[in-house]
Nanobody, 119 residues
Framework: QVQLVESGGGLVQAGGSLRLSCVASGRVSIINDMAWYRQVPGKERELVAKISSGGHSNYEDSMKGRFTISRDNAKNTVYLQMNSLKPEDTAVYYC?????????????WGQGTRVTISE
């Protein structure tokens, strides 16, 4: 069983920056993709950015150029650097990971970290 723990959320003014971190622990064998999603009340969870074990990343269009996803495979950690934040970035941000253990695939979510951007 793999657990994801996010940190780094908080309250920041528009135009500011935040860096989210997510650490995977437990029966971690092979982690394939790691990603950040976000969700606001009443809306579906949406992909923010995803990064493969090899470092290939992709982003939702509205976040390109403002957000950067990175990972440290040795630390089983994924980061999300968020710059030029806007009020519409306010959401709960969730970490996601998938991988393999003893030939079986798995995926899991973190509990979420709240990001609030004020005017």
């Amino acid at each position: 069983q793999v657990q994801l723990v996010e940190s780094g959320g908080g309250l920041v003014q528009a135009g500011g920056s935040l860096r989210l971190s997510c650490v995977a622990s437990g029966r971690v064998s092979i982690i394939n993709d790691m990603a950040w999603y976000r969700q606001v009340p009443g809306k579906e969870r949406e992909l923010v950015a995803k990064i493969s074990s090899g470092g290939h990343s992709n982003y939702e269009d509205s976040m390109k150029g403002r957000f950067t996803i990175s990972r440290d495979n040795a630390k089983n950690t994924v980061y999300l650097q968020m710059n030029s934040l806007k009020p519409e970035d306010t959401a709960v941000y969730y970490c996601f990971a998938d991988g393999f253990l003893y030939g079986s695939s798995w995926f899991t979510w973190g509990q979420g970290t709240r990001v609030t951007i004020s005017e």
